[in-house]
T-cell receptor, first 112, second 116 residues
């Protein structure tokens, strides 16, 4: 059972376009995290959202945590080829301690 | 910042042999370490949770006799793939949580295992 449903799974866009990645669940999470992973490397943490309704910005990336703490989104403005990678949302449901569960990931390709 | 070192980065072994992967927290004490497995173009699947000084907790479907986890100290956890088979070929990644918070997990750089 996939706790976190992430969409879309694949996204190919041109430089300068905007995009949004969604991460949804029926479970409540104490926090959700977004990671970016390059091929052959471990995931690198981008942001942690903790409070329902929270919005965090990291340069051209905007992260939002749903009011009910069941979903999150990542919006990238004016995508660059350097944004290419696998984006993963992850969280630990409130009932399960703090082992992270990952979404299936969104593979983003930004072409010049 | 927190650093987790994973070794080796890649390994090729013959079917039937065992392979040990190390995960070390370099500048913090990791009370809990997690082991994940990742197939190409797929997400990370949690295999087990390892607490220092106690037995690991395995996820459903993960054979504990095949994937031996030892967390003997607050800075080191090891995963041993015993009697490896080609289907065990995968990317294995560890992560560590410090003693202070359950936020900001730090991941190792992963180990690419190829069983021939």
């Amino acid at each position: 059972t996939q706790l976190l449903e992430q969409s879309p799974q694949f996204l190919s866009i041109q430089e300068g376009e905007n995009l949004t990645v969604y991460c949804n669940s029926s479970s409540v999470f104490s926090s959700l995290q977004w990671y970016r992973q390059e091929p052959g490397e471990g995931p690198v943490l981008l942001v942690t959202v903790v409070t329902g309704g929270e919005v965090k910005k990291l340069k051209r990336l905007t992260f939002q945590f749903g009011d009910a703490r069941k979903d999150s989104s990542l919006h990238i403005t004016a995508a660059q080829p350097g944004d290419t990678g696998l984006y993963l949302c992850a969280g630990a449901p409130v009932y399960s301690g703090y082992a992270l569960n990952f979404g299936k990931g969104t593979s983003l390709l930004v072409t010049p | 910042g927190a650093v987790v070192s994973q070794h080796p980065s890649w390994v090729i072994c013959k079917s039937g042999t065992s392979v040990k992967i190390e995960c070390r927290s370099l500048d913090f004490q990791a009370t809990t370490m997690f082991w994940y497995r990742q197939f190409p173009k797929q997400s990370l699947m949690l295999m087990a949770t390892s607490n220092e000084g106690s037995k690991a907790t395995y996820e459903q479907g993960v054979e504990k006799d095949k994937f031996l986890i030892n967390h003997a100290s607050l800075t080191l956890s090891t995963l041993t793939v015993t009697s490896a088979h080609p289907e065990d070929s995968s990317f294995y990644i560890c992560s560590a949580a410090g003693t202070e918070s359950n936020y900001g997990y730090t991941f190792g750089s992963g180990t690419r295992l190829t069983v021939v």
